[in-house]
Protein backbone atom coordinates (compact mmCIF):
# COMPACT_ATOMS: atom_id res chain seq x y z
CA UNK A 1 0.00 0.00 0.00
CA UNK A 2 1.22 3.34 -0.91
CA UNK A 3 1.18 6.20 1.66
CA UNK A 4 2.51 8.18 4.84
CA UNK A 5 3.84 6.31 8.03
CA UNK A 6 4.53 7.40 11.32
CA UNK A 7 5.98 5.88 14.62
CA UNK A 8 5.24 5.34 17.25
CA UNK A 9 1.43 6.46 17.42
CA UNK A 10 2.26 7.41 21.01
CA UNK A 11 5.18 8.71 22.69
CA UNK A 12 6.05 9.33 26.16
CA UNK A 13 9.43 11.53 27.16
CA UNK A 14 10.91 12.72 30.17
CA UNK A 15 11.88 16.07 30.95
CA UNK A 16 15.23 16.50 29.19
CA UNK A 17 14.68 13.93 26.84
CA UNK A 18 15.38 14.49 22.62
CA UNK A 19 12.83 12.02 21.21
CA UNK A 20 12.72 11.43 17.37
CA UNK A 21 9.05 10.87 15.74
CA UNK A 22 10.13 8.83 12.37
CA UNK A 23 8.06 9.68 8.94
CA UNK A 24 8.48 7.88 6.46
CA UNK A 25 6.85 7.99 2.78
CA UNK A 26 6.72 5.70 -0.50
CA UNK A 27 4.62 7.96 -2.59
CA UNK A 28 7.77 9.53 -4.41
CA UNK A 29 6.71 12.62 -3.34
CA UNK A 30 9.66 15.42 -3.17
CA UNK A 31 8.00 17.46 -0.46
CA UNK A 32 7.53 16.87 3.22
CA UNK A 33 6.49 18.77 6.19
CA UNK A 34 5.96 18.50 9.86
CA UNK A 35 2.80 20.35 11.67
CA UNK A 36 2.02 20.61 15.51
CA UNK A 37 -1.93 20.34 16.48
CA UNK A 38 -2.56 21.69 19.70
CA UNK A 39 -6.65 21.21 21.07
CA UNK A 40 -8.73 23.57 19.49
CA UNK A 41 -5.73 25.14 17.23
CA UNK A 42 -5.02 24.68 13.50
CA UNK A 43 -1.94 23.31 12.09
CA UNK A 44 1.40 24.85 13.11
CA UNK A 45 4.42 24.32 10.83
CA UNK A 46 7.70 23.36 12.21
CA UNK A 47 9.56 22.29 9.15
CA UNK A 48 9.21 21.74 5.74
CA UNK A 49 11.14 20.09 3.30
CA UNK A 50 11.07 20.57 -0.87
CA UNK A 51 13.66 18.29 -1.84
CA UNK A 52 16.59 15.91 -0.02
CA UNK A 53 19.44 17.58 1.82
CA UNK A 54 17.36 21.25 2.35
CA UNK A 55 15.06 21.81 5.10
CA UNK A 56 13.56 25.21 6.23
CA UNK A 57 12.10 26.56 9.23
CA UNK A 58 8.45 27.03 9.72
CA UNK A 59 6.18 29.10 11.98
CA UNK A 60 7.58 27.10 15.50
CA UNK A 61 10.60 25.50 14.53
CA UNK A 62 12.40 26.77 18.09
CA UNK A 63 13.11 23.39 19.94
CA UNK A 64 13.35 21.07 17.09
CA UNK A 65 15.38 19.49 14.29
CA UNK A 66 15.12 17.54 11.14
CA UNK A 67 16.95 15.87 8.70
CA UNK A 68 15.80 14.56 5.17
CA UNK A 69 19.18 12.62 3.71
CA UNK A 70 16.39 10.12 1.92
CA UNK A 71 13.80 11.08 -0.52
CA UNK A 72 11.18 8.94 1.99
CA UNK A 73 12.15 9.58 5.37
CA UNK A 74 12.00 13.11 7.06
CA UNK A 75 12.38 12.50 10.94
CA UNK A 76 11.96 14.87 13.65
CA UNK A 77 13.44 15.49 17.13
CA UNK A 78 11.65 17.03 19.47
CA UNK A 79 14.99 18.81 21.70
CA UNK A 80 14.86 19.53 25.23
CA UNK A 81 14.91 23.04 24.30
CA UNK A 82 11.11 22.74 23.46
CA UNK A 83 9.26 23.62 26.68
CA UNK A 84 6.10 22.47 25.81
CA UNK A 85 6.76 19.27 23.26
CA UNK A 86 3.47 17.59 24.66
CA UNK A 87 1.07 17.42 21.20
CA UNK A 88 -0.11 15.56 18.52
CA UNK A 89 2.51 15.75 15.64
CA UNK A 90 1.52 15.36 11.72
CA UNK A 91 3.75 14.34 8.94
CA UNK A 92 2.21 15.13 5.55
CA UNK A 93 4.20 15.48 1.46
CA UNK A 94 2.84 16.16 -1.38
CA UNK A 95 4.76 15.87 -4.95
CA UNK A 96 5.93 19.08 -5.66
CA UNK A 97 3.48 21.82 -7.14
CA UNK A 98 1.20 23.72 -5.63
CA UNK A 99 -1.95 21.95 -7.27
CA UNK A 100 -0.62 18.68 -5.77
CA UNK A 101 -2.60 17.27 -2.67
CA UNK A 102 -0.63 17.40 0.29
CA UNK A 103 -1.32 13.70 2.64
CA UNK A 104 -1.46 13.49 6.05
CA UNK A 105 0.27 10.43 8.01
CA UNK A 106 -1.83 9.27 11.63
CA UNK A 107 0.42 10.83 13.68
CA UNK A 108 2.11 10.74 16.69
CA UNK A 109 0.67 11.69 20.16
CA UNK A 110 4.12 12.84 22.30
CA UNK A 111 3.40 13.54 25.88
CA UNK A 112 6.09 14.81 28.15
CA UNK A 113 6.31 13.25 31.55
CA UNK B 1 -1.60 39.10 10.06
CA UNK B 2 -3.26 37.11 7.27
CA UNK B 3 -5.55 34.51 9.08
CA UNK B 4 -7.86 31.51 7.75
CA UNK B 5 -10.78 30.61 10.24
CA UNK B 6 -14.05 29.35 10.81
CA UNK B 7 -17.32 30.74 12.01
CA UNK B 8 -18.74 28.07 14.07
CA UNK B 9 -16.60 25.86 16.41
CA UNK B 10 -19.16 23.33 16.95
CA UNK B 11 -22.49 21.84 14.03
CA UNK B 12 -24.58 19.35 15.29
CA UNK B 13 -27.45 17.66 12.61
CA UNK B 14 -29.56 15.08 12.66
CA UNK B 15 -28.36 12.10 10.68
CA UNK B 16 -29.85 12.92 6.77
CA UNK B 17 -29.67 16.70 6.88
CA UNK B 18 -27.72 18.42 4.61
CA UNK B 19 -24.70 20.09 6.61
CA UNK B 20 -22.83 23.39 5.81
CA UNK B 21 -19.50 24.16 7.25
CA UNK B 22 -17.87 27.61 6.92
CA UNK B 23 -14.96 29.31 6.26
CA UNK B 24 -13.18 32.60 6.44
CA UNK B 25 -10.28 33.85 4.34
CA UNK B 26 -8.42 37.02 4.96
CA UNK B 27 -5.24 36.64 2.67
CA UNK B 28 -6.75 38.53 -1.02
CA UNK B 29 -3.94 36.60 -2.42
CA UNK B 30 -5.02 32.98 -1.92
CA UNK B 31 -5.56 31.31 -4.90
CA UNK B 32 -6.14 27.56 -4.04
CA UNK B 33 -8.50 26.11 -1.14
CA UNK B 34 -9.26 22.26 0.60
CA UNK B 35 -11.06 21.58 3.05
CA UNK B 36 -9.66 18.53 5.07
CA UNK B 37 -12.02 15.84 7.57
CA UNK B 38 -10.39 14.66 10.50
CA UNK B 39 -11.05 11.83 13.14
CA UNK B 40 -10.15 11.90 16.58
CA UNK B 41 -6.79 10.77 17.33
CA UNK B 42 -6.11 10.33 13.01
CA UNK B 43 -4.38 12.32 10.53
CA UNK B 44 -6.60 14.82 7.96
CA UNK B 45 -7.87 13.32 4.84
CA UNK B 46 -8.28 15.24 2.18
CA UNK B 47 -11.91 15.81 1.02
CA UNK B 48 -12.07 18.53 -1.91
CA UNK B 49 -10.29 21.62 -3.33
CA UNK B 50 -10.82 24.51 -5.56
CA UNK B 51 -8.82 27.23 -7.20
CA UNK B 52 -9.67 30.95 -7.54
CA UNK B 53 -10.85 30.77 -11.17
CA UNK B 54 -13.58 28.52 -9.85
CA UNK B 55 -17.04 29.35 -7.54
CA UNK B 56 -17.74 25.66 -7.11
CA UNK B 57 -16.98 22.13 -7.34
CA UNK B 58 -18.77 18.77 -6.56
CA UNK B 59 -17.71 15.76 -5.34
CA UNK B 60 -19.12 12.70 -4.08
CA UNK B 61 -21.85 14.22 -1.28
CA UNK B 62 -19.88 17.42 -1.09
CA UNK B 63 -19.57 20.80 -2.63
CA UNK B 64 -17.21 23.60 -2.25
CA UNK B 65 -18.23 26.82 -2.39
CA UNK B 66 -16.01 29.79 -3.08
CA UNK B 67 -17.25 33.57 -2.56
CA UNK B 68 -14.04 35.72 -3.51
CA UNK B 69 -15.63 38.91 -3.21
CA UNK B 70 -16.29 38.53 0.76
CA UNK B 71 -13.67 35.94 0.90
CA UNK B 72 -15.70 33.19 2.10
CA UNK B 73 -15.43 29.45 1.69
CA UNK B 74 -18.26 26.60 2.59
CA UNK B 75 -18.41 22.99 2.45
CA UNK B 76 -22.05 21.34 1.80
CA UNK B 77 -22.42 17.55 2.96
CA UNK B 78 -25.53 16.46 1.63
CA UNK B 79 -27.47 13.14 3.53
CA UNK B 80 -25.36 13.56 6.53
CA UNK B 81 -24.49 10.25 8.02
CA UNK B 82 -22.80 9.77 11.51
CA UNK B 83 -19.45 8.42 9.65
CA UNK B 84 -19.07 12.09 8.70
CA UNK B 85 -18.87 13.36 12.23
CA UNK B 86 -15.58 14.61 12.43
CA UNK B 87 -13.50 17.75 12.71
CA UNK B 88 -13.42 19.87 9.40
CA UNK B 89 -11.13 22.59 8.38
CA UNK B 90 -9.84 24.46 5.41
CA UNK B 91 -6.81 25.73 4.19
CA UNK B 92 -5.39 28.41 1.81
CA UNK B 93 -2.18 28.55 0.00
CA UNK B 94 -1.33 31.84 -2.09
CA UNK B 95 0.44 32.65 -5.54
CA UNK B 96 3.99 33.13 -3.54
CA UNK B 97 5.35 30.01 -4.60
CA UNK B 98 6.31 28.52 -0.87
CA UNK B 99 3.28 25.96 -1.46
CA UNK B 100 2.69 26.48 2.52
CA UNK B 101 -0.98 26.30 3.07
CA UNK B 102 -2.86 27.82 6.50
CA UNK B 103 -5.04 26.04 8.26
CA UNK B 104 -7.94 27.08 10.17
CA UNK B 105 -9.03 26.06 13.64
CA UNK B 106 -11.79 24.02 12.77
CA UNK B 107 -15.42 23.11 13.36
CA UNK B 108 -16.72 19.96 14.82
CA UNK B 109 -19.47 18.54 12.74
CA UNK B 110 -21.89 15.91 15.37
CA UNK B 111 -24.31 14.22 13.45
CA UNK B 112 -26.75 12.40 15.79
CA UNK B 113 -28.72 9.41 14.46
Known amino acids: DGGITQSPKYLFRKEGQNVTLSCEQN?????MYWYRQDPGQGLRLIYY???????QKGDIAEGYSVSREKKESFPLTVTSAQKNPTAFYLC????????????FGPGTRLTVL | GESVGLHLPTLSVQEGDNSIINCAYS??????FIWYKQESGKGPQFIID?????DKRQGQRVTVLLNKTVKHLSLQIAATQPGDSAVYFC????????????FGRGTSLIVHP
Open chain 1, 92 to 103: ASRRGGRTDTQY
Open chain 1, 27 to 31: LNHDA
Open chain 1, 49 to 55: SQIVNDF
Open chain 2, 27 to 32: NSASDY
Open chain 2, 50 to 54: IRSNM
Open chain 2, 91 to 102: AEEGSGGSYIPT
